[in-house]
């Protein structure tokens, strides 16, 4: 039986763990300002974008795992969408990639919230809520520095 100490335990190593998992996405927006940079830091900004949208909906995988057979189906189903629709955003130019990742981030953001309650815990969608602003800020200012800033 695990205390509600180690259970909160466990909540700061995971939320740990999600803004450590922002420096990618920092580093790669601020070396956009750097002229020699910036074709690897864009490259880096989709391809990290990418991974971790396939990250948000593979929560849903595991969390499938753990329902009964009449649920588990289309949560299965669910989940592979971010992983599938990244693919798709990585493999367009990006000017459409930016924008499309950072809308699917905060779409399945709100998808989370349409869940039954007991679906996710608390803590996950409150972490949730901070790492997607983060994360569509950051993919929203790479969208304006090689479009609009120049």
């Known amino acids: 039986m695990q205390t509600q100490n180690s259970a909160d335990g466990d ?3 995971a939320a740990g763990l999600g803004y450590a998992g922002l420096i990618p996405f920092l580093v790669s927006v601020a070396l956009l300002w750097h002229p020699s940079l910036q074709g690897l830091a864009l490259g880096s900004l989709l391809a990290y974008a990418a991974v971790i ?12 795992l753990g329902t009964g057979a009449a649920r588990a189906d289309a949560r299965y189903v669910s989940s592979v969408l971010p992983a599938l629709a990244a693919w798709c955003f990585v493999l367009l130019p990006q000017s459409y990639a930016l924008p499309l990742l950072a809308i699917a981030f905060v779409v399945w953001w709100w998808w989370e919230r349409t869940l039954p309650e007991a679906s996710l815990p608390r803590w996950y969608l409150q972490l949730r809520n ?7 800020l950051s993919l929203s200012i790479g969208w304006l520095r090689l479009n609009v800033l120049g």
């Open 11 to 13: 909540h700061r190593v």
């Open 53 to 64: 949208l396939s990250f948000v909906g593979a929560v849903h995988w595991g969390v499938a």
């Open 130 to 136: 901070h790492l997607t602003l983060v994360v569509a």
